[in-house]
């Protein structure tokens, strides 16, 4: 769907009201000119049937004069019939065949009565008027019916509306004008900023500072936020390559080195050993990958895209189980707790599942030793579920507590095995969730506990 200029939408938003506005003003001006010139006209008509009853009258029932006649054509523009007639009826002058009064229409005396009617197929407009005059012949009550066509009036009419329209015409062009005129010197401030932005460079997320609009103030504002968010992100991200470059370097360098020592083993047994450690670091590698990889997805995936129940008990106990078989051979148990009622969340399952595997592995490979024993307690509460994976080893140091959930962070006890992404990847995924992922206070070993909270009832 395509979506107008805002020049385009303020100048029809305002035209096509002003538009309206004169058809309707067109409409009652016309209304009004056709009364106008009705009123003109009527009361013209009503001037000549006095003068024409008056003018018979003094030339004793002859019929005008044909100089009055002509003046009272030249003057209305339409040709004047009459009739006058006297008591009882008799028709004194004038034409013989007038219009004939509407049916119920009574004529007093005195009062003049103005109807339409139609003579020979032409609509004409007529008056009648009943008078007493007294006059020696002709005294008592005289009717004076007098007519004329309607084409001049009707030509008024249009004359009236043509000049109306004319003129709404010229103020809606020049109304269209100014307002053209108007929105585009209004709305130069934004062209401005528009060329101020397509000006900078990719690398420049600096704040808007010039003078803007207030009715824009909002928008910059949301802008230069966007702005501090996005130098934030991408200093993040930079700050993050680099450190995973780091990280990666001294891994695949092992990794180049042992394949070539490999190939140059004196004999069976070398090359095996050789290729062993080849394998343990490839593995190691590959875990570090992986973590970096979930970081990443951590960071750009929205939970509100992919928000299903998860069975948490089932998914603690899938992760546990995997660990279990791996760890058995190191004489380390995993011991599963299950307290309160089980409810699922709702959330990301893999993210989950990375998180679960990360605390979990922690605890088997950096905290425990062979015939120690790893304890995974899950506490369903009334607000939020609790994971506590606790250990039995020497514990977090107590001035590595304070960083040990920061990325590529080793403390002194894991520093030659870890690579520091595995707690800060839990932490971010209980985030995510809502939730949050803390050292809890243990008298032996360390203990991580994991709150994701249920989600609000509908």
């Known amino acids: 769907m395509r979506i107008l200029s805002l020049r385009k939408r303020l100048f029809l938003l305002i035209i096509i009201p002003l538009i309206v506005v004169a058809g309707i003003a067109a409409v009652v001006r016309f209304v009004m000119a056709e009364q106008l010139a009705r009123t003109v006209y009527d009361n013209t008509l009503l001037t ?31 040709p004047v019939y009459y009739q006058v007639s006297g008591p009882g009826g008799r028709f004194f002058t004038g034409y013989s065949d007038p219009p004939p009064v509407p049916p119920g229409v009574e004529v007093g005396g005195g009062q003049p009565v103005f109807y339409d009617s139609v003579t020979d197929e032409r609509p004409v407009r007529a008056v009648v008027l009943r008078e007493f005059l007294a006059e020696p012949r002709f005294g008592g009550w005289v009717t004076v019916k007098v007519w004329q066509t309607v084409r001049q009036r009707e030509a008024l009419t249009r004359s009236l509306l043509a000049q109306s329209l004319t003129l709404m015409a010229l103020l809606i062009a020049t109304a ?13 401030p ?12 990719p690398d420049d997320l600096s704040p808007i500072r010039r003078p803007v609009p207030t009715e ?7 802008m230069n936020s966007l702005f501090s968010r996005l130098a934030e992100a991408f200093a993040l991200r930079e700050r993050f390559i680099s450190d995973a470059a780091h990280q990666l370097r001294n891994p695949v360098a092992a990794i180049q080195a042992q394949a070539e ?3 140059t083993a004196p004999d069976e047994a070398s090359l095996r050993a050789r290729v062993e450690v080849l394998a343990t670091t ?11 990889l979930s970081i990443e997805r951590i960071r750009g995936r929205s939970l509100l895209a992919k928000s299903d129940p998860v069975d948490l008990e089932a998914l603690v106990k899938t992760v546990a189980g995997r660990h279990f078989e791996r760890s058995v051979r190191r004489d380390i148990g995993i011991a ?15 993210l989950l599942e990375e998180a679960l595997e990360n605390l979990i592995d922690n605890a088997v490979v950096h905290g425990s030793s062979p015939g120690d024993e790893v304890l995974v307690v899950m506490d369903f509460r009334d607000q939020a579920a609790f994971i506590t994976v606790c250990d039995q080893g020497p514990g977090i140091p107590a001035e590595d507590a304070p ?3 920061e990325r590529f962070y080793r403390s002194s006890v894991t520093a030659s095995r870890g690579c520091g992404l595995g707690l800060a990847i839990a932490r971010e995924a209980a985030e995510a969730h809502g939730g949050d992922l803390t050292l809890a206070p243990s008298t032996r070993g360390a203990c991580f506990e994991l709150r994701l909270p249920y989600p609000d009832p509908a």
Do not use: H, Y
């Open 282 to 292: 490839a593995r190691q590698t590959g875990r570090l990958t992986q973590q970096l």
């Open 48 to 78: 000549v049937a006095l003068t024409i009853s008056r003018d018979v009258v003094m030339n004793e029932g002859d019929i005008l004069a044909e100089q009055l006649l002509d003046s009272l054509t030249k003057a209305l523009g339409d």
């Open 336 to 350: 599963l707790d299950v307290r309160g009622a089980p409810r699922p969340i709702r959330g990301d399952d893999l």
């Open 176 to 188: 269209a004008l100014l307002v053209s005129v108007a929105i585009s010197r209004g709305l130069r």
């Open 190 to 201: 934004l062209d401005d900023l528009r060329e101020a932005v397509n000006r900078r460079s």
């Open 403 to 405: 960083r040990i959930f």
């Open 216 to 222: 824009v103030r909002s928008l910059v504002a949301a």
């Open 261 to 263: 020592a490999a190939t």
